[in-house]
Structure formats: structure tokens, C-alpha cells
């Protein structure tokens, strides 16, 4: 358990990606927290300063690439392309400060609108400023971003009618954590859904739900605790350190991923099916934060209808 882990352990290394998602989160959290802006005691204000500071020495180190020393063995997680980056922090600190220059910014380093995942957040910067800049952002230019998203969205309702399965889901998409890429979709679908009122992109959103949470595959439900038949051994350090049979509830498990690189034994070779649920399985059965992120937004959205 955690609190049983006495091992060292370090911050290494400063790089311009991770800066950046700083700032981005930074100057949102001034934004969120403005309700409470009495009981925050002056903490708004040192994180928009923070923010800024952060962004600025990225804009002073474009290029301070991440990479692994020689004598650790963790994931690097490497990642040389900033331009997304850039845009996301650009467009937070543009909505938080409603100076143009950030927007500008935002103009210079905008990159091509894909699917969220760790490494690409593009979107992110599209979504904020789609619901939250339009009082404060050139018609043309709104129009513009609206545009990029629904094209986007409107790829993801082609691949949904292309699917046996009806999900939106193609072969490349099974990579570590391929339950996130459909949620993150299913993300995109609710957005487009919210821009147009139209009841495609939510029929198909919910059918990524559906895939989640059992219609698949595998007849698994991804998500732990829920379904008749869910991930009992997910690679969940404290889930298999707590004494307690079942896992936590209500976690997303990576779902199938064709790489297989943990060595585990598995059934089936096809991209859709390789999953197995055992805590051997880090490349399928792993749990991540930001895998649960879309399923989060993916279920308010829903219910908030």
C-alpha cells in the first residue's frame, strides 16, 4: 500500500511539454475555482502568476525535450512535438486573461484537431475556446475552430457506420489504454452534440458507452464493479494490496491492445479481442487517471441532459 512505501523517490528533469501542461492547468484552475474566490485566499491570483511565469520560460525553451537517464528504468514517455502544447496553454491562459496576444499565440502553434491522448492535446485547446471564447473571439476565426471540430466529429460518425460492432473504433485504435481513445471520442461526439443539437453524434457517443461497458468483443465491462462481468484483477497496486477481494469500483481498465508487451498468456491475437484480465496484464488490464477522465465527462454530459 502506499503509505507502506519508504522507497526514495525524485523529480528529474524540466522539460517544455510538461511547462506548458502546467500553465494550461494553471491558468483553468484560476477559471474553476473563481466561485470559491474568498475561501481561495489570494491562491487564484499565484497560480494565473505561475501560469504566465511557466509560459513564459517555454516560450524561452521551445525545445527542452525529456529524456530518461541512463540509470532509471520508468516509462519516459517521450515526446519532441510542442506545437500542441503551445496551443493548449495559449488557449487556457487567452480565456483566462482575455489578452490577444494569447489568442495569437494559439493562431501560430494551432495544430491539426485528432482524438486527445497523452501525448496530443490539440483538442483540448479547440474545446475550451469552442465553449468558452466565443463572446471574445473573432467570428471568422470561431468559425474556423467550429468547423475543425465537426469535420472531426463527422469522421467519427463515418467510422461508427463502417462498424460491424457499431463503435468507432479502427485497428490502429487499440493501443495501450484504447479504452480512452473511445471515450475521448465518445468526448468529441458530446461536444459536437452540445454545438448543433444534432442527435446523431449523441446516438453515437452512446454506443461508445455501450462498447465500454460490455457490448464488445470480449463481453467484458472495462469499467470495474459494474456489469455482470467486469475486471476482477486489474493492475491496480492498491486494489491488490487492500486485503479485499473485489477491485475499486468504478475504474477503466486499458482494454485490448495488440502489443502484448507484458508476456502475459493470452487467448487471442486480434486487436479487438487481446485483453485478458489478470494483474499480469500492464499493457491491457493497467488503470490510469486519464483513462477515467473521458468516462467521467462522457457520463455527466449525459446525465446532464
Not at 503509505?3 to 517544455?16: N, Q, W
Not at 468529441?188 to 454545438?195: D, G, T, V
Not at 491475437?269 to 496484464?281: F, G, K, V
Request: charged share 20%; proline share 5%.
Amino acid at each position: 500500500m502506499p503509505d507502506e512505501d519508504k522507497r526514495d523517490r525524485y523529480v528529474i528533469g524540466k522539460s517544455t511539454a510538461a511547462t506548458l501542461n502546467f500553465a494550461a492547468v494553471l491558468a483553468m484552475s484560476n477559471r474553476v475555482y473563481q466561485p470559491f474566490d474568498t475561501a481561495m485566499s489570494g491562491k487564484r491570483e499565484q497560480w494565473l502568476a505561475a501560469a504566465e511565469s511557466a509560459w513564459s520560460w517555454a516560450v524561452a525553451h521551445p525545445m527542452e525535450i525529456y529524456q530518461q537517464p541512463a540509470d532509471v528504468s520508468s516509462g519516459e514517455y517521450g515526446d519532441s512535438f510542442f506545437n500542441d502544447e503551445f496551443a493548449q496553454a495559449a488557449a487556457e491562459l487567452f480565456i483566462t486573461t482575455k489578452n490577444i496576444d494569447y489568442f495569437n499565440h494559439y493562431l501560430k502553434y494551432r495544430s491539426d484537431v485528432a482524438v486527445p491522448s497523452w501525448s496530443y492535446v490539440a483538442y483540448l485547446a479547440t474545446s475550451t475556446l469552442l465553449f468558452q471564447g466565443e463572446d471574445i473571439i473573432d467570428p471568422v476565426k470561431y468559425a474556423e475552430i467550429k468547423a475543425d471540430q465537426l469535420t472531426l466529429a463527422d469522421k467519427l460518425v463515418g467510422q461508427y457506420q463502417d462498424s460491424s460492432y457499431k463503435v468507432p473504433m479502427i485497428a490502429s485504435d487499440f493501443v495501450w489504454g484504447s479504452n480512452s481513445v473511445a471515450l475521448n471520442k465518445a468526448l468529441i461526439l458530446m461536444q459536437a452534440h452540445k454545438l448543433t443539437d444534432d442527435q446523431t453524434y449523441r446516438e453515437v457517443a452512446i454506443n461508445i458507452l455501450d462498447y465500454v461497458l460490455g457490448r464488445n468483443p470480449t463481453d467484458y465491462s472495462f469499467v470495474t464493479g459494474f456489469g455482470s462481468k467486469s475486471p476482477m484483477f486489474p493492475h491496480h497496486r492498491i486494489s491488490d494490496s487492500d486485503g479485499i477481494a473485489e477491485p475499486i469500483p468504478g475504474m477503466v481498465a486499458g482494454g485490448p491492445h495488440s502489443g502484448r508487451q507484458d508476456g502475459c498468456n493470452y487467448l487471442y491475437t486480434e486487436p479487438a479481442r487481446t485483453y485478458i484480465d489478470d494483474w499480469c496484464s500492464f499493457a491491457t488490464n493497467e488503470i490510469a487517471i486519464n483513462w477515467n477522465a473521458p468516462l467521467v465527462y462522457v457520463l455527466a454530459a449525459l446525465l446532464a441532459e
